[in-house]
C-alpha cells in the first residue's frame, strides 16, 4: 500500500483535518495520478455531515478532480505517464450489467463505486471505502479515467466533473437545441453551468430567480433574459413558453410555479434537491402533458462527450482558489451561498 496525504473528517461533527490514508498498489489497469486541483461540491459537505445517514469515517471528501499521471499499470493503453487526466464521481461498477453496456455505469445495477464513502470492490487500501480527491494522489481502473482538452484552464475545469456533467447531461438527453427556450432556475454551482451549456447549444436561455441582484450575473454567463420568480407579472408573462427548465434548487421547494412556465409535452428537470419536495398538483401535469423527470449525473461515455463539448466551446466554470487548510471555511461559505461558483482547491498546498 502506499501513503499519501489527505484532508479527511473522523466524524460528521469534526473539522476536515490533515491525515494520512493508503492507496492501494498498482493493478495492471490502474492508472495513478497526482492531484492537481479538487472542486468543492455541495455533496462533499452532506456526505461529511452525514445529512443522508450513510458516511463511513474516515471520510476524505472530493469527486471533481483533475489530475496528472504519474504511473501506469501493464495493461492501460489510452493513458501515459504525463498526460493530464480527470475523475469524477465514480471509480468502478461491474461494466456487465444493461445499465453499464449502455454507457450508464452511474445507473449500474449492481451499484457503482463512488469516488468517496463507496464501497471499495478492488480492496487493497486499509479501509473497506473509497476516499477522494482531497489527497496528493488517486489510483483509478483505467475505465472511469477520462482526458482533460489542452486548451481549458485546468482549475477551473474540476468542477465539470460534478456540477459540469450534472447539468450537461439532461440538457443533452432531452436534446436541447437552437429554437428552445430553456430556463434554469437557481444559480449557484450547477446554475451556472447550466446557463453556459444551454447558451452554447443555442437555447434562448432564461434565468429564473428570486434574486433582482443575480441580473448582471446572468446575462454575464451567457443567459439571453431573467425571470424574477417572485414577480407575478413576469411569471404570466412567461406562462406556458418554457420548453425545458433545469431545476437545480438544492432543498424542498415548491415546485409548482415553474410547472405553470412550461408549454405542452414541456419537461421540467430535477438535479439539485435529494429531499422530499412541498406536495405538487397533479392538474399541472395533466393541463398540457407535462413532466417532473431527475438525473444524476452522466456515465463515462458522456461525460468525456462534455468534456470534449468544453473544449470545443471553451467552456469552465467560475470558480475561486482555495488551499486546502481553508476548506473549513470554504464549506460554511458553501452553505451561506457565499462563492460565484465553485470553491476549487489547489492541491499543491497539501504537499507543502
Known amino acids: 500500500m502506499q501513503e499519501v496525504k489527505a484532508y479527511g473528517a473522523q466524524s460528521s461533527d469534526a473539522d476536515l483535518k490533515q491525515m494520512t490514508i493508503k492507496r492501494r498498489e498498482l493493478n495492471a489497469n490502474d492508472v495513478k495520478i497526482e492531484i492537481l486541483y479538487c472542486g468543492v461540491c455541495h455533496s462533499d459537505i452532506h456526505a461529511k455531515n452525514n445529512d443522508w445517514g450513510n458516511a463511513k469515517y474516515p471520510i476524505v471528501p472530493g469527486h471533481e478532480i483533475v489530475g496528472k499521471v504519474t504511473e501506469t499499470g501493464s495493461d492501460v493503453n489510452k493513458f501515459k505517464e504525463g498526460d493530464i487526466v480527470a475523475v469524477g464521481c465514480m471509480v468502478d461498477s461491474c ?12 445507473f449500474c445495477e449492481n451499484g ?6 463507496g464501497k471499495d470492490k478492488i480492496g ?6 473509497t476516499f477522494g480527491g482531497y489527497s496528493t494522489s488517486i489510483t483509478v481502473r483505467e475505465e472511469f479515467v477520462l482526458s482533460v482538452p489542452e486548451n481549458l484552464d485546468l482549475a477551473a475545469a474540476a468542477p465539470l466533473l460534478c456540477a459540469g456533467i450534472t447539468t450537461y447531461s439532461p ?7 437552437k ?43 451567457g443567459a439571453d433574459g431573467v425571470l424574477i420568480s417572485t414577480d407575478d407579472d413576469q411569471m404570466k408573462e412567461h406562462k406556458g413558453s418554457f420548453d425545458f427548465i433545469l431545476n437545480t434548487v438544492p432543498v424542498k421547494h415548491d415546485i ?22 412541498e406536495p405538487m398538483h397533479g392538474g399541472n401535469l395533466i393541463i398540457g402533458r407535462k413532466r417532473v423527470a431527475g438525473s444524476l449525473i452522466g456515465g463515462i461515455k458522456e461525460t468525456q462527450e462534455m468534456l470534449d463539448f468544453c473544449g470545443e466551446k471553451n467552456i469552465t466554470c467560475d470558480i475561486e482558489m482555495i488551499n486546502i ?5 470554504a464549506f460554511q461559505r458553501v452553505q451561506d451561498s457565499d462563492v460565484k461558483y465553485r470553491f476549487v482547491i489547489d492541491m499543491q498546498s497539501l504537499k507543502n
Do not use: R
Request: proline share 3%; charged share 20%; hydrophobic share 35%.
Open 95 to 106: 461494466l456487465e450489467c444493461p445499465s453499464c453496456n449502455n454507457d450508464l455505469e452511474q
Open 112 to 117: 457503482m463505486t463512488g469516488t468517496y464513502n
Open 124 to 129: 487493497g487500501a486499509e479501509s473497506d471505502h
Open 171 to 177: 440538457l443533452n438527453h432531452w436534446n436541447i437545441k
Open 179 to 221: 429554437g428552445d427556450k430553456v430556463g434554469v432556475v437557481g444559480l449557484g454551482g450547477l446554475g451556472h453551468m447550466g446557463i453556459k451549456f444551454a447558451a452554447a447549444m443555442g437555447a434562448e436561455t432564461i434565468m429564473i430567480t428570486t434574486s433582482l441582484g443575480k441580473k448582471e450575473d446572468a446575462k454575464k454567463l
Open 256 to 277: 409548482n410555479p415553474y410547472l405553470n412556465l412550461l408549454t405542452i409535452d414541456g419537461t421540467m428537470c430535477m438535479v439539485g434537491a435529494i429531499e422530499p419536495l
Open 325 to 329: 487548510d481553508e476548506i473549513n471555511e
